[in-house]
């Protein structure tokens, strides 16, 4: 079945720091992907999303690029702040589906 | 606002106890989804509906239950409640479309079974 792995642990940067965390799938079909972020006592919110082989997302100056090749979706961004502090989770749907499937999710921590 | 509303935010239960998690859409989306989130474990579903009346098992369902009565309602049932099922469960509903990017979550349950 349809899978999504993060990388593991958490990840703690200081403020202006470059951001990236890795997200690799497993996916039968050609599946839409998202990152989503939670902050703290919060449910999750789309961050970005894209939908085929190439598309890049961008929200809020992140970014992740839709690798069919290597199965990625990496999200980065080039200078974080303390208000970026959240869990970021990687998903997929399979284009015939309607059901997200999320990886472990990344706990960032950023520092002042 | 608009949203998706969940009920109650918070919840200690005794083993053996049941409880309903209520939610609520006022969206007009046909989705509906119940997700559980367990530390470092990412969101795993429980159940989903796309439609009044069809309800179907997603990854986790055993020891839950739901019902579709109506677009707007889908509660999800606990009966007999266990240790394992401590978690945060999130509701969550989407475009007909099923594509993601239509999704819309609740701010979540945290359950506790003692």
């Known amino acids: 079945g349809d899978s999504v792995t993060q990388m593991e642990g958490p990840v703690t940067l200081s403020e202006e720091a470059f951001l990236t965390i890795n997200c690799t799938y497993t996916?039968?079909?050609?599946?839409?992907l998202f990152w989503y972020v939670q902050y703290p006592g919060e449910g999750l919110q789309l961050l970005l999303k894209?939908?085929?082989?190439?598309d890049k997302g961008s929200n809020k100056g992140f970014e992740a690029t839709y690798r069919k090749e290597t199965t990625s979706f990496h999200l980065e961004k080039g200078s974080v702040q303390v208000s970026d502090s959240a869990v970021y989770f990687c998903?997929?749907?399979?284009?015939?589906?309607?059901?997200?499937?999320f990886g472990e999710g990344t706990q960032l921590t950023v520092n002042p | 606002n608009a949203g998706v509303t969940q009920t109650p935010k918070f919840r200690i239960l005794k083993i053996g106890q049941s409880m309903t998690l209520q939610c609520a859409q006022d969206m007009n989306h046909n989705y509906m989804y119940w997700y559980r989130q367990d530390p470092g474990m990412g969101l795993k579903l429980i159940y989903y509906?796309?439609?009044?009346?069809?309800?179907d098992k997603g990854e986790v369902p055993n020891g839950y239950n739901v019902s579709r009565s109506t677009t707007e309602d889908f509660p999800l049932r606990l009966e007999l409640a266990a240790p394992s099922q401590t978690s945060v469960y999130f509701c969550a509903s989407s475009y007909s479309t099923g594509q993601g990017y239509g999704y819309t979550f609740g701010s979540g349950t945290r359950l506790t079974v003692v």
């Open positions: 894209a939908t085929k082989a190439d």
């Open positions: 998903a997929l749907t399979e284009t015939s589906g309607s059901r997200l499937t």
């Open positions: 509906s796309v439609g009044a009346g069809i309800t």
């Open positions: 996916a039968t079909g050609y599946p839409s």
